[in-house]
């Protein structure tokens, strides 16, 4: 079923990102490495909350499906004063 609030929010989210890319300056080249990095930490996620254990995912055993479950976030941190002594 076709959710014209969901594909609204989709767009804004990519117009909203991609400025973001540019007003801190992100090249082409960091931008696909940004991309590569987010969809590893998004699939990441995915598997820690489909499987209960190493050995589930293993076997491809998932506790439950997923496809339709709002991701989780990563948790919300400063980076600049996270990493201050070394910046």
């Known amino acids: 079923m076709y959710n014209i609030t969901k594909e609204r929010n989709k767009l804004q989210a ?3 990102i991609t400025n973001y890319l540019a007003e801190h300056n992100f090249t082409y ?3 696909n490495e940004f991309i590569e990095m987010l969809s590893n930490e998004i699939s990441a996620s995915r598997i820690c909350n489909q499987y209960k254990t ?3 995912w ?3 055993n998932p506790c439950c499906n997923i496809n339709n479950t709002i991701i ?3 948790n919300k941190v400063n ?3 996270l990493f201050s002594n070394i910046f």
């Open 14 to 16: 990519l117009v909203d």
């Open 29 to 31: 080249d960091e931008v």
């Open 54 to 56: 190493a050995l589930d």
């Open 58 to 60: 293993a076997n491809n």
């Open 72 to 74: 989780v976030p990563l």
């Open 79 to 81: 980076i600049e004063e």
